[in-house]
């Protein structure tokens, strides 16, 4: 979409900011594009959340005007009390953090009061305001995964594709199609990595296209991109951390998991993950190594199973359920007795987060910022303050 021209999918409705496009537009050719887009709305509700069509698969939208920044998002209680990011969106799966805002993507997406059958990408800034759709699924894919660039929003679709969206909105472009469900994305930088249900683990083209470099013997979990390869969440038996290098070197084991590997991230010099009872009788435990290698040190284990986890410079978030609850490697909904619980990376006892109920379990659907631990839950993005 060129010039100043911008305009939104919100939840509930379409919204038009009033900036005149900079390439000589009239006013009526301004509000027939505005029209066009209630149009695809009403037309993608009409199909069911399907829509058979030859043009691109999503409805790429600008980012917002700048502007004053809108009013701070709602609070439940004063304070320390829960926040509401963005509510009644439809299913969300995944959620990233940028400096100033959030980003997640949809299984199931609210558009015009109705439930639609495709995946969506939002973002949400922290200074608050009303959650703005930068992408929907013509196709009536699910997005079960996103990173971050510095420019774009990458993420993955249930059939294969991989797609981008400017950070700030704009056209949407299929980076990649690799045949297969897209379970988890990871970035540093510029580098952006993905992992397939079928197993497959590669890096993203900087032209486009998928780069494999490896297939596992089980599926992969999650991923945590480093500064020369990605760390692998590996769900085979035995489940191990793995190391796959960008040069396609056969994956190298960085650790034993020490239980069923679900949730995977890096946090400087040292990867985390967390890890559910592996058989019955075993504990669920939240561990790190070094990059490099070497001993694993247990930050957190006790009578549970453990999925989604982030991490600042002093603590370990993470997502647990009832030793019986298994979690899901792709996003299913939520799973019955979850809490949010917090350890000290150094070391310590294990708390649950007061106020915090049913946030989603599976990886990708917590993070933290230097104030905030911002979380997924049925219908919505929800945040505490540390």
């Known amino acids: 979409m060129s010039g100043q021209h911008t305009v939104f999918w919100a939840p509930a409705h ?7 496009p900079d390439h000589g537009d009239s006013r009526s050719g301004y509000l027939m594009r505005i029209a066009t887009f209630a149009c695809a709305a009403a037309l993608l509700l009409a199909c069911g959340g399907r829509v058979d069509d030859p043009a691109p698969t999503d409805v790429g ?34 959620i990233a953090l940028s400096g100033e805002a959030a980003y ?9 009061g109705e439930l639609v059958r495709a995946g969506a990408v939002f973002v949400a800034y922290k200074a608050g305001g009303d ?28 059939d294969g594709r991989v797609l981008r ?9 299929e980076v990649a199609s690799v045949g297969s469900p897209i379970v988890a994305l990871s970035a540093l930088g510029k580098d952006v990595y993905y992992a397939a249900e079928s197993g497959e683990v590669g890096r993203l083209a ?33 489940s191990e951390i793995l190391r796959v290098a960008r040069d396609g070197a056969e994956p190298a084991p960085l650790a034993p998991a020490g239980g069923s590997a679900c949730g995977l991230i890096r946090a400087g010099d040292r990867a985390f993950w967390t890890a559910g009872p592996a058989d019955p009788g075993t ?3 939240a561990r790190s190594v070094a990059l490099a290698g070497g001993a694993v040190a247990t930050v957190a284990e006790g009578d549970f199973t453990a999925c989604a986890l982030a991490a600042d410079g002093k603590d370990l978030y993470f997502v647990t359920a009832a030793p019986q609850a298994a ?6 909904g939520a799973t019955p007795g979850v809490s949010l619980m917090r350890a000290p990376i150094a070391g310590g006892p294990a708390s649950p987060i007061e106020s915090v109920a049913a946030p989603l379990p599976h990886h990708g659907a917590l993070a933290a910022d230097a104030s905030h631990v911002y979380w997924l839950d049925a219908t919505g993005v929800r945040r505490v303050r540390k």
Do not use: N
Request: charged letters at 15%; hydrophobic letters at 45%; proline letters at 11%.
């Open 131 to 158: 959650p703005l759709m930068l992408a929907i699924d013509k196709q009536g894919a699910t997005y079960e995964a996103l990173a971050l660039t510095p420019e774009h929003v990458f993420y993955g679709a249930s």
């Open 327 to 332: 979690l899901p490697v792709r996003a299913s």
């Open 14 to 20: 379409v919204v038009a900011y009033e900036t005149w």
């Open 283 to 285: 504990r669920g435990a």
């Open 206 to 238: 900087d032209e486009g296209g998928a780069l494999p470099l490896a297939t596992l013997d089980g599926p992969a979990r999650a991923l945590a991109a480093t500064d020369d390869a990605v760390l692998v969440a590996g769900g085979g038996a035995p």
């Open 104 to 112: 997640f993507v949809t299984r199931t997406t609210t558009l015009g």
């Open 61 to 94: 939208v600008a980012a917002p005007p700048r502007a004053p920044a809108p009013a701070a998002p709602s609070q439940s209680s004063p304070t320390r009390g829960v926040e509401t990011v963005a509510g009644d969106v439809g299913a969300p799966t995944a």
């Open 165 to 173: 969206v400017p950070a700030r909105g704009g056209d949407v472009t």
